[in-house]
């Protein structure tokens, strides 16, 4: 059987339905509210989770302006101190058993990726399912093993890691006490541009590491989550806002829920597209076999006249003799006059 994890009353596997992560991150805007109507809006986009941050801007950093803390690359965040960025941009730890009480109650998941221990501890206490590590926290040994001693799940992204990174990450987890493990491809981009997506790697990640593979997604629209559930992702997390116009940190690469739903609906669609190996008919298509080609008689034929390729024709529908017998027949004579639009049978040919 394909490795699989459990999350709450979810089954996740390669021969289950994808599990869809709404990623709250910090489309909160700093207000409870809007964090609650998010999450309720992931419910009605048909997410099965939502997924929180657990951090403080000194908890993932330190105040400093110095140049190793200035934001630059090309980000959506650049010229920006870390510790500002990650103040405007954290989840008030006090909103988050609230937070989960709430999804409790509309039969969803919550579970948060930690930043550092104490977070782990904080999490703990609320009883979150799982433990999710960021890809930018992949190298952080001690944190994976911290989550890994819990327990629980531990869905682990790889943005930005070697396979070497990857490798020494999941052995790390599963030397701590780990026993499900799931792996997200990701690209630590932006947004991220479909081209630098490579959606390959995802079942590769199953076979190298034997666990469930899925995506963690930060391009826009829907294509790159569709395609990934064809290629056998497990899980999917993308970022969900009320409304992009609404700005924050993360809303530039984030869905609108019409949007999340419109991808959720997709990924199903997908789902029931792959279906299983088969060569026969299915149900819808019994009718349409009365329809492909078999042998006709197309003229006018005398008893005893030769059949040819001008009174015979391989045409549509089905209820003459299979094309296959065509050149059989040219050659043979009539057993009896056959009138035009008559389907050939082996009863009207002789010799």
Known sequence: MAPRIFIGEHVI???????????????HNQSFDHAVRIIRAAKEAGADAVKLQTY??????????????RIK?????????????????????????????????LGMDLFSSAFDDSAVDFLERMNVPAHKVASFELVDIGLIQKMARTGKPLIMSTGMASADEISEAVGAAREAGATQIALLKCTSAYPAPPEEANLRTIPELARRFHCPAGLSDHTMGSAVPVVAVALGACIVEKHLCLRRADGGPDGAFSLEPAEFKAMVEAVREA??????????????????????RSLFVVEDVKKGELFTKQNVRSIRPADGLHPRHFNEVLGKRAAVAIERGTPLSWALVVG
């Open 73 to 105: 690359g090309g980000t959506l965040w650049d010229g920006r101190i870390l510790h500002d960025l990650y103040q405007e941009a954290f989840t008030p730890w006090e909103w988050q058993p609230k937070l989960k009480e709430i999804a409790d109650e």
């Open 13 to 27: 596997g390669a021969d289950t339905p994808c599990y869809i992560v709404a990623e709250l991150s910090a489309n």
């Open 56 to 69: 403080t801007a000194d908890t993932i950093t330190m105040r400093s302006d110095k140049e190793y803390f």
């Open 271 to 292: 789902e029931r597209s792959l279906g299983a190996i088969e060569f026969n008919s299915g149900p819808r298509e019994a009718n349409s076999r009365r329809f492909r």
